[in-house]
């Protein structure tokens, strides 16, 4: 991994992957939206001809779940057309595509723990794309697509900060309880992504912090940890009207990663302590 070029590093997981190759031997490129247009294939083609880049990870994505119900050209021509884009020019130069995926791209059915090997068959247009981006990344010889759920980190939005926001004003609040996933910190989630191109892995992986909660359960140790007093009341995916539907298990089997000799990360509880231990240090 001698150039590396990051795509969507204004995002969570994007700065937080740029921040673990901070000190290595590497030469770094992490271009903005309005640097390289992921969906305008001339200034992609451009960008990575000239860089030239041993690895590319693949951040960037149109990510408002909701929102992509209503605007379902603008999400496909991100996360699926842009990914081509992606692809096409990593053939051209010979480089390695890290592709970010979701537990979305499942529908949530599964009485067990959704594993690499089991079918997608996503059910909102967020979900849908991101299969399609898939899709499109294995085409190349040498890929890694990892899904991951519930990312939270310093660098953008995520349910952990609108948790806190929520409790400046408010005593109380009703917080879904019958979708169970894992909460994952960008942070932990960008060393192991490293560490996997540093190891030269390939194919599909699933990669989430170690546990699984519902979001009811997320909520309350969320306000446990930073000693914030708020009632928590736990209410069902069908009493919260949402535009998408969302999978109710987001569990994701992690054996793949023991199974390749790969460093599982730390739990979910412990990711939190950390992560807000960090978001006091920045106020």
């Given at each position: 991994?001698?150039?590396?070029?990051?795509?969507?590093?204004?995002?969570?997981?994007?700065?937080?992957?740029?921040?673990?190759?901070?000190?290595?031997?590497?030469?770094?490129?992490?271009?903005?939206?309005?640097?390289?247009?992921?969906?305008?294939?001339?200034?992609?083609?451009?960008?990575?001809?000239?860089?030239?880049?041993?690895?590319?990870f693949h951040c960037a994505a149109y990510t408002a779940v909701?929102?992509?119900?209503?605007?379902?050209?603008?999400?496909?021509?991100?996360?699926?057309?842009?990914?081509?884009?992606?692809?096409?020019?990593?053939?051209?130069?010979?480089?390695?595509?890290?592709?970010?995926?979701?537990?979305?791209?499942?529908?949530?059915?599964?009485?067990?723990?959704?594993?690499?090997?089991?079918?997608?068959?996503?059910?909102?247009?967020?979900?849908?794309?991101?299969?399609?981006?898939?899709?499109?990344?294995?085409?190349?010889?040498?890929?890694?697509?990892?899904?991951?759920?519930?990312?939270?980190?310093?660098?953008?939005?995520?349910?952990?900060?609108?948790?806190?926001?929520?409790?400046?004003?408010?005593?109380?609040?009703?917080?879904?309880?019958?979708?169970?996933?894992?909460?994952?910190?960008?942070?932990?989630?960008?060393?192991?992504?490293?560490?996997?191109?540093?190891?030269?892995?390939?194919?599909?992986?699933?990669?989430?912090?170690?546990?699984?909660?519902?979001?009811?359960?997320?909520?309350?140790?969320?306000?446990e940890v930073n000693n914030i007093k708020m009632k928590v009341?736990?209410?069902?995916?069908?009493?919260?009207?949402?535009?998408?539907?969302?999978?109710?298990?987001?569990?994701?089997?992690?054996d793949k990663l023991d199974r390749e000799g790969l460093e599982?990360?730390?739990?979910?509880?412990?990711?939190?302590?950390?992560?807000?231990?960090?978001?006091?240090?920045?106020?």
């Amino acid at each position: 991994m001698k150039r590396v070029l990051i795509t969507g590093v204004t995002g969570q997981l994007g700065y937080d992957i740029l921040k673990a190759l901070e000190g290595r031997d590497v030469v770094c490129m992490s271009p903005t939206s309005k640097e390289m247009d992921i969906t305008d294939s001339t200034v992609v083609s451009k960008v990575v001809k000239t860089f030239k880049p041993d690895v590319i990870f693949h951040c960037a994505a149109y990510t408002a779940v909701d929102k992509a119900e209503d605007e379902k050209d603008i999400c496909y021509k991100v996360n699926v057309l842009g990914t081509k884009n992606i692809v096409n020019s990593a053939r051209e130069v010979g480089a390695k595509v890290v592709y970010i995926s979701t537990d979305y791209v499942f529908d949530g059915t599964k009485d067990g723990i959704y594993t690499e090997e089991d079918t997608p068959h996503p059910i909102n247009h967020y979900g849908y794309t991101k299969y399609l981006g898939e899709e499109e990344i294995k085409i190349l010889n040498d890929y890694l697509i990892v899904r991951i759920s519930w990312v939270f980190g310093l660098n953008g939005k995520n349910f952990v900060k609108t948790m806190l926001r929520l409790a400046e004003t408010k005593d109380e609040i009703n917080v879904v309880s019958d979708q169970v996933g894992s909460p994952t910190y960008t942070k932990d989630l960008a060393k192991l992504l490293v560490s996997m191109v540093d190891k030269g892995k390939r194919g599909t992986f699933n990669a989430t912090n170690e546990g699984y909660c519902s979001w009811y359960d997320f909520a309350k140790y969320i306000f446990e940890v930073n000693n914030i007093k708020m009632k928590v009341h736990p209410i069902l995916t069908k009493d919260y009207q949402t535009v998408a539907t969302r999978p109710l298990n987001s569990r994701l089997d992690k054996d793949k990663l023991d199974r390749e000799g790969l460093e599982r990360l730390p739990s979910w509880q412990d990711a939190t302590k950390r992560y807000c231990r960090s978001l006091r240090k920045e106020d």
